[in-house]
């Protein structure tokens, strides 16, 4: 993922997918992990773009800024599903796991204990997740952007 799309790298870890993105990594860099891990590289950039294809990299050249449309063309070009799916930490990439109320007395706002039945902690950073507004509201833009998708087959 190129320096530039932090927030469409959260959103693809919140499908699940394994999105590495790192605001400081340099084009060199990010082919060669591409190269190395058989990743897709995803993009702004022309130039990038036309360098990885170049080497024979799979590569997606994103034509809009907005993160809606730019998931719309994630999904068309990728055919994925625009689910909520939490595997992977949004924030880390790291993997989650499901993690019983029991254990998060500590690290979860009671309120939000009370509330919901479901949690995931990263294994990686130790965030918590928990299906709570934000999720929701992520859920509906999601649902838009798939009927957009569907529409426009
Ligand atoms: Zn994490």
Redesign the pocket.
Known sequence: MDAHLGKLARWLRMLGHDVTYDPQVTDTALLEEGRKRGRIIVTRDKELFQKAIKTSLNAILLKNDKITKQLKEIAIRLKISLELNPTR?S??N?MLVKVSKQFLTQKVPKRSLKAYNEFWE?Q??G?IFWPGIHWKNISKTLQKISKSVNTNK
């Open positions: 930490c924030i880390c790291g990263c990686k950073c965030k």
